[in-house]
């Protein structure tokens, strides 16, 4: 075969069809209860093992928590009041933060990006519960036929065993067009988040730290400090849900925002390697199972550093109340 042709071979198709729902998602199993199932996995009476092992079966037979979105199907949501609220990190506590996890390498000019502490007015707005799913991104890639696929979908397959795990390993205008044919399918105005809503949603009107109360808790985000060292179901750490009800802001996977970074009003412009690799980039936030602890920061501004390190998702936000 002359090279010109193998473009042209399906023989030589870079990725093979999505994988159909119904050869590979059972209408139920014996014995299974998806409602119950899915109130396990936000259990937090219940051991983690348990509470992944049921999100792993409703991974197969069907996640109640998870409407269709290729059946115009609106995302779980949480109400966010909005006001005049508190963005970023006071000057004076960068150094601290540093000291606090020097251990995993954190240096402080990644720190200073948060600096200094200023006021927002946000409007009212309601964040997404959960992260985009797998199962929500394969509609998506189904009903608009984009090519490419989540770099963490082995051989572009379909998880179909994961597909209530967040989609991770997507570009953020990726993310801002599944935004987009969300809203064409539902009616509704779907986007991402600003960051500044964003923070917001995780820390709460007390201005958290982290989007739990109290300090880094290692059972309260999949980190790598939880040791699981892979994503997990959507809203398996419910020691972590945000003061409004969304999971898995700290965690599992990190979350493109709607903005790109740029210095806070009256911060410096820090040129970490983000910038010397990438220029330009969409911030970040939320931390990862690939990541240590610190990006759990609700005020810790990051971005998708290219590499398997990295693997960004993202979840949506909306300016309307949802049906």
């Not at 954190?106 to 799913?133: M, N, Q, S």
Request: some cysteine.
């Amino acid at each position: 075969m002359k090279l010109e042709d193998v473009a042209l071979s399906p023989h030589f198709k870079e990725y093979a069809d999505l994988a159909a729902p119904v050869r590979i998602h059972p209408a139920g199993l014996p014995g299974t209860d998806p409602e119950r199932l899915a109130a396990a996995v936000e259990n937090p009476e219940l051991p983690l093992a348990e509470r992944l092992a049921a999100g792993a079966v409703l991974g197969l037979v069907g996640d109640p928590r998870i409407p269709s979105p290729g059946a115009g199907q609106n995302p779980a949501a949480s109400f966010v009041p909005g006001g005049p609220v508190r963005i970023g990190l006071p000057d004076g506590e960068s150094g601290y933060v540093t000291a606090a996890w020097a251990h995993v390498g954190v240096e402080e000019g990644w720190i200073r990006k948060e600096c200094p502490e200023h006021g927002v007015e946000l409007a009212d707005f309601w964040i997404a519960t959960y992260p985009v799913t797998n199962g929500e991104y394969r509609e998506f890639l189904a009903d608009t036929g984009l090519e490419e696929r989540p770099t963490t979908w082995y051989l572009g397959a379909y998880p179909w065993d994961r597909s209530n795990h967040p989609v991770a390993g997507v570009r953020p205008e990726h993310a801002d067009a599944y935004a987009a044919w969300l809203t064409t399918r539902t009616g509704h105005p779907w986007r991402l988040p600003t960051e500044a809503e964003w923070e917001h949603a995780a820390k709460g009107p007390d201005g958290l730290p982290y989007p739990w109360p109290g300090a880094f808790d290692p059972a309260a985000a999949n980190t790598r400090e939880s040791e699981v060292h892979t994503t997990t179901p959507v809203g398996a750490f419910p020691a972590g849900r945000s003061p409004y009800g969304a999971h898995d802001m700290g965690g599992n996977v990190e979350e493109f925002t709607a903005d790109d970074y740029a210095p806070y009003p009256g911060g410096p412009y820090v040129a970490d390697h983000l910038v010397e690799t990438m220029g330009t980039y969409r911030v970040a936030r939320g931390g990862s199972f690939s990541r240590f602890g610190d990006l759990t920061r609700t005020r810790r501004r990051h971005g998708a550093f290219p590499g398997p390190l990295y693997p960004v998702g993202f979840r949506l936000a909306t300016s309307e109340r949802p049906a």
